[in-house]
Structure formats: C-alpha cells, structure tokens
C-alpha cells in the first residue's frame, strides 16, 4: 500500500492521512508477518509527508500499543520506526500514556522484550529523558543478570543523558560501580565511563569523579581502552572546572599520547 497521496489537493487533508494511518493499523494487525513488518515500515513515510501534531500524537500510541502486545520480531521494527522518526516526536501530546505502553513491556518477564523496550526509550530519549518513571526504569535494569540488558541499559543512559544531564545524579552510584566492576566487558566499562563526560557541569560531581580517573588510568590492571577512555572523561572534566589541578591536563593528554603510540606499535 502506497502512503502517497494521488495529488496535491489530497496531500493537504489531513482526513486523507488518517485514512492512510488506520489502513496501516489494520495492515499491522494482519495475521501474515510479512505484511506487519512492510506496514510498521510505513509508518516513518507517512510521518514525513503529514506532519501533523494530531496524526504524530495518534500514530506514535497506535505503535505504542502495537509494542506492548505483539512478538519481539514486531517489537523490533517498532523501535527501529522511533529512531528512524525522531524528528516527529517533539510533535507528540500524550508522551505519558506512550511512555505508560512502553514500561508495560519493560516490566515484563522477558529480557529481550525488555531489552527492545529499552533500545526504544533510547530512541525516544528526547522525549523520555526528564520522565522520573522512565529513569527509575532504567536503573533497575542494571540489576538484570542478562549481558544484552546490561548492554542496553548503558546505551540507554547514555541516550538519556543527552538530553537529560540531571539523570546523572539518578544513576551516579550504579554507572560508577558497574564502571568499577572487573568482571563487566570493557567495551561496557568504556561506554559507561565515557558517560560520566556529563558530569562535567556538576562541580560536586566532578569532584568525586576525579579520583575514580586516576584510579582507573594508573591501575596497573586496567586495559589500554580504560585509560583512553579514563583519561578522556578526566580531561573533560578538568577542562570545565578551574578548581581541579589543571596541571593535570598537560599530564592526561601526554599520557594519552603515549598509550596510543604504544597501541599503534604494537598493532604494527
């Protein structure tokens, strides 16, 4: 089903791109996957040429509540369709009652429900980030014994902290303990630490977090990827805050220095 409208009269009507939009709604109901997936694909399409508050606001819960009763192979497509609309989701009214469908499947039992509803709050963080039941949310997946959880609750923090710094303080003691822990892959560790950069505004903060760089930069245990990525959030913070020893500085960007001439030597 074409979502381009047969001139430019009709392209104007916004009755023409309801219409459109329950087409795709019954088409997303269809007992054939195939079909669910080619409508759920529509969706960005028919955002761009219509957008209108109203016909955002109703497509966006449609999918929100598609998320909250279908299979994960649907679940999927639908966070793809937020990514891939985001400039549309300043537009939506009712963001509370998208966000309500979408905690419905964080809570569920089934991690990779949770972690699709996790990737699509990450997606939608520009409207999700100042909610305190989305950052609640996020925090107690850290607690998840699944790694793609724990992997998707990082990425969704770090999405979150774009647009919300303040979140920050929510999950201070989880991202610095997960960022601690050795037992974490260091691709995690990195991310979560690289994270930390948004407490830059925050002198307290900043405060507490010098320590945990130098730690993390001069542990004899750490890998090459934790003190780039130590020494890149501790210069971060430095270069914010004229009451840290900005000395430092000339030391961290050294030491940058040479740990990638070793790595480059030693990929050589």
């Known amino acids: 089903m ?41 969706f960005p399409k028919l955002l761009d040429q219509f957008p209108f508050p ?8 449609k999918l929100g509540d598609l998320f909250r009763s279908s299979p994960n192979s649907l679940r999927y497509h639908i966070a793809q369709v937020f990514g891939a609309s ?6 939506i ?15 569920s039992n089934d991690p990779i429900a949770r972690v699709l509803a996790l990737r699509l709050i990450g997606n939608a963080s520009l409207i999700f980030a100042k909610f305190p039941e989305a950052q609640h949310s996020i925090l ?14 990082v990425q969704t923090t770090e999405s979150m902290l774009s647009y919300s710094p303040e979140f920050l303080e929510v999950v201070w003691e989880t ?5 601690d822990d050795p037992d974490v892959p260091d691709s995690v560790r990195v991310q979560l630490i690289r994270s930390l950069q948004h407490a830059a505004p925050n002198l307290m903060l900043s ?16 890998t090459n990827i934790i003190r780039c990525a130590a020494m890149d959030t501790w210069k971060a913070i430095i270069q914010r805050h004229n009451e840290l020893q900005s000395v430092d500085a000339k030391h961290i960007s050294g030491y940058v220095l040479h740990v990638e001439m070793s790595m480059h030597l030693k990929a050589g």
């Open 207 to 222: 405060t507490l977090l010098y320590s945990h760089c130098q730690h993390w930069a001069c542990d004899t245990d750490s």
């Open 86 to 91: 985001q400039q549309h989701l300043a537009q």
């Open 2 to 42: 074409s979502t381009v409208a047969p001139n430019s009269d009709t392209a104007r009507s916004s009755d023409w791109a309801f219409k459109q939009l329950f087409k795709l709604e019954s088409k997303c109901r269809s007992p054939t996957p195939a079909l669910q997936v080619e409508a759920i694909g529509e």
């Open 175 to 179: 991202v610095l303990s997960k960022a």
């Open 54 to 61: 109203t016909l955002v606001s109703s497509a966006f819960l």
């Open 140 to 153: 107690l997946r850290y607690q998840s014994s699944h790694p793609l959880e724990i992997v998707a609750a």
């Open 93 to 107: 009214t009712q963001t509370e009652e998208l966000l309500k469908r979408i905690l419905v499947v964080l809570y």
